[in-house]
């Protein structure tokens, strides 16, 4: 474990949008588990239903109703799990010369693509936030008209559930769409590192080896800016 880097714009970046990840994350797992949603109710509490009620719920939420809530609420906290995990990998573990491995450029050459994590958060900040806005949307038409009346009715997990997903979905998208505005494409650095590979290895060793073969041409290093590989 490493303590965070800021020496560059794109790490900057890449921690703001691990650190909106993790806030997001942890919004979502409070609200889908505590029960502060309208008074002392939250996802997992039995509504008894009133008369008003019956008629739209026999139409729609006969089919969907409070499993669906549930089933949106539990897979965003999956989902959370796995985005924080990844949010403090790339906050805790992952440097600006993590990209620029050797390892990293012998897949760009060989597929033609390069690791860029904040695509990947992007990816998976978005889908949690969607499923958590699915169960959180429902929830509010479910018990609109109790919202409607009183909204001081509405508890710390159900604001905090909204904070959440606003995170996620828009304040990630915001910072992921400045960093590809602001932050300088990295292909010249990898083209300036292979071609000091090729000078400094041994025209004799394989690419196999640890030498990338001269014979692959600069074609083959255009990277793909938004595809990311495991």
């Not at 969907?64 to 949010?87: C, I, K, M, W």
Request: charged residues 15%; glycine residues 6%; hydrophobic residues 45%.
């Amino acid at each position: 474990m490493k303590l965070p880097e800021f020496k560059d714009t794109i790490s900057r970046f890449r921690f703001t949008q691990c650190c909106v990840g993790l806030g997001g994350c942890l919004c979502v797992s409070y609200a889908v588990w505590t029960p502060y949603w309208l008074k002392d109710g939250g996802l997992w509490t039995e509504w008894n239903k009133t008369k008003n009620d019956s008629v739209i719920d026999g139409v729609i939420f006969n089919a969907v109703g409070q499993e669906a809530e549930r089933v949106f609420g539990v897979l965003s906290f999956l989902l959370a799990l796995s985005t924080g995990a990844l949010s403090l990998v790339f906050a805790l573990w992952w440097t600006s010369e993590t990209v620029r491995s050797y390892s990293n450029t012998r897949s760009l050459l060989m597929a033609g693509q390069a690791l860029y994590p904040t695509t990947l958060l992007l990816l998976t900040m978005l889908s949690t936030g969607f499923f958590f806005l699915l169960s959180w949307s429902i929830f509010t038409y479910h018990h609109y008209e109790k919202i409607y009346k009183d909204f001081s009715i509405l508890g710390s997990s159900y604001w905090l559930g909204a904070l959440g997903w606003i995170l996620l979905l828009v304040v990630e998208t915001i910072v992921f769409v400045a960093e590809q505005a602001i932050v300088p494409d990295i292909l010249e650095d990898l083209e300036k590192a292979v071609e000091s590979w090729r000078v400094t290895c041994p025209p004799s060793r394989s690419f196999s080896e640890g030498c990338p073969h001269p014979a692959v041409s600069k074609s083959k290093l255009a990277p793909k800016r938004y595809m990311s590989v495991p």
